[in-house]
């Protein structure tokens, strides 16, 4: 399947991108996590991330489909 994925915050900054296409076979965002992990080397724990399927909020377990958008949203702070 194909996904487009957006990076933010550190996430982009660890990509060097924010955002990309790619073909995968994952079938759930923490699959996927774990192979974006692999392929950039994100460090965060999926638990210290909130991740959103086409613009909403979903579980690391809910079933992608070919086409989805996918964010993976860091921790983040203000100042």
């Known amino acids: 399947m194909k996904y487009r994925l957006l990076y933010f ?3 982009a900054d660890r990509a060097g991108c924010d955002g990309e296409t790619l073909e995968s076979a994952a079938a759930d965002p923490a699959a996927l996590y774990a192979e974006l992990a692999a392929r950039h080397g994100f460090v965060f724990a999926p638990e210290r991330l909130r991740v959103a399927v086409n613009g909403a909020f979903a579980a ?3 079933a992608l489909a070919d086409g989805d958008e996918i964010v993976f949203v860091p921790p983040v702070s203000g100042g």
């Open 9 to 11: 915050a550190s996430l």
């Open 60 to 62: 690391w377990t809910q």
